[in-house]
């Protein structure tokens, strides 16, 4: 059931949620590398507490995978250290990394494209429009994913502008759902019946 109204303290705190994720997004669309640091670091630090729960559980709680326990803890650990001590270059890499796999889906896309075969059934051939989306996309996914790959700090500086617009949005969901003080709910079929 939609429309149900929200108490006071929710709307305020949806408000209220919604501002401090409308300014991160401003903050993360103006300095995009910071932003793409700053979620690195957080990500570093929660599996640097996941490794430490690992380590902890595995020498006090586990007998029989005592030592996959320990050993899984100690390996994030060590690689948590890395990032929080590194977190541009580890961003580089993950966005490099990942401007290899957008070309090769591009490449993908390109000679789908070219072939004109449809992906959903190999025996039909695909729309002239089609094809030229779908060679279209390829080329724009090869070209970004190149310039990602010649500047890891424009792929860096797309992630960071990426996460600032997703938070936007959040943030102006959050803030128009406070002030109309409408909210969702859902129940259970067997209570409706």
């Known amino acids: 059931m939609t429309g149900v109204n929200s108490p006071a303290w929710i709307r305020a705190l949806q408000i209220g949620i919604g501002a401090i994720a409308i300014g991160l997004s401003l903050s993360a669309i103006i300095y995009p590398v910071l932003a793409v640091v700053a979620t690195f670091t957080a990500a570093a630090i929660i599996l640097l507490l996941f490794g430490i729960e690992q380590v902890v559980t595995g020498v006090f709680l ?19 250290s890395i990032v929080m001590a590194y977190p541009l270059a580890t961003a580089a890499l993950v966005v490099l990394l990942a401007a290899i796999g957008l070309l090769f889906s591009g490449i993908a896309s390109i000679i789908s494209g070219l072939r004109g075969k449809n992906k959903e059934e190999n025996s039909n051939t695909a729309s002239r429009g089609s094809r030229a989306l779908s060679i279209g996309a390829g080329a ?36 128009v759902t406070g002030i109309s003080g409408r909210g969702e709910a859902v129940t259970s079929v067997s209570a409706g019946m």
Request: glycine share 10%; no cysteine; hydrophobic share 65%.
């Open 62 to 80: 586990y007998k029989q995978s005592r030592l996959a326990h320990v050993g899984l803890g100690i390996l994030v650990i060590i690689l948590s």
């Open 140 to 175: 724009l996914a090869v070209a970004l994913s190149i310039m990602v790959m010649v500047s890891p700090i424009f792929g860096i500086a797309l992630a960071g502008l990426v996460i600032g617009i997703a938070l936007l949005v959040y943030g102006i969901r959050l803030v």
